[in-house]
């Protein structure tokens, strides 16, 4: 959904910080390798240790690396399949490190098993949707759904639930709760949009193999 609506918005903002950086002489992939970087050592440096605000201070400065490095591919007409590749590859990388971070604090000073383990499968079933969509389109298949929860909303409910839960340790109370619910909420998503999408490549391949097969599918 955000992928639909908002990306277009994002794309407007973020257009002449790309053409900034290309006029720099900035790369589309030093910008996904920095970008990665940068949500990694934000994830691993203070999710661990509970430091859920300047945690995702860091980790939102460099996570829109994934919409500049796209945009500034397209106005150089360089998109290229490395691009692609790389991008994916590392959204995956990005994506352990930061529900990673999370569990290791569940796992420590957090002190719950429980959480640890609805993080753990936020992070299983994320990298798990992200690949029914790589596997079912290598192939070929068109995998027609997006479903309810990809990586954006993903993203996006994980950290402004982190961030601001980030504020419990500057006397806000109450906020500390806000991140439990969203691990419970992303984990359920992802549990929905894995369905969605193995019920679509799974009715896409039925289709694919009647039509390749003719007659004897009628
Ligand atoms: C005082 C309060 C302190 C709190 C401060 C912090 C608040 C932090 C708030 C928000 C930060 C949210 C940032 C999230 C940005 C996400 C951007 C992003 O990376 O989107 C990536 C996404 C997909 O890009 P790709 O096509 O490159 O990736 C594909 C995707 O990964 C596929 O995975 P799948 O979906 O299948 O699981 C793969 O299959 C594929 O391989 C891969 O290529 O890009 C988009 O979707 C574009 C839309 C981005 C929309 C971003 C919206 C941000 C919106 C709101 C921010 C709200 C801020 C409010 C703060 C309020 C706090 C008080
Ligand atoms: N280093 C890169 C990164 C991306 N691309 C191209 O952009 C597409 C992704 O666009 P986003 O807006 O989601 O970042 C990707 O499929 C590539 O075509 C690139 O060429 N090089
Ligand atoms: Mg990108
Ligand atoms: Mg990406």
């Known amino acids: 959904m955000l992928n639909k609506y908002a990306r277009a918005f994002f794309t407007r903002v973020l257009t002449p910080f790309a053409a900034l950086l290309i006029r720099l002489g900035v790369s589309p992939d030093a910008v996904t390798l920095v970008g990665t970087g940068g949500v990694m050592a934000g994830a691993l440096a203070f999710y661990p240790r509970g430091e859920f605000f300047w945690g995702t201070i860091v980790i939102t400065l460099f996570v829109f690396s994934d919409l500049v490095d796209g945009n500034m591919a397209r106005q ?30 569940y796992a420590g000073g957090g002190n719950s098993q429980v959480l640890c383990a609805v993080t753990i499968f936020c992070l299983a079933s994320g990298q798990v949707v992200s690949y029914t969509k790589a596997r079912g389109e290598s192939i070929g298949l068109p995998v027609n759904v ?48 894995l369905i969605q999408r193995v019920v679509t490549v799974r009715r896409e391949a039925a289709e694919a193999e009647a039509a390749a097969g003719g007659g004897d599918a009628g």
């Open 146 to 193: 997006n479903g309810l929860v990809e990586r954006a909303e993903r993203l996006v409910i994980s950290l402004v639930a982190c961030g601001l839960s980030g504020l419990h340790a500057f006397g806000v109370p109450g906020v500390q709760h806000l991140l439990p619910i969203a691990l419970w909420a992303v984990a359920a998503g992802s549990l929905v949009t």
């Open 76 to 105: 150089l007409g360089r998109s290229s399949r490395w691009g692609a590749f790389l991008d994916s590859t590392l959204d995956r990388v990005a994506d352990a490190a930061i529900f990673g971070g999370l569990a290791l604090w």
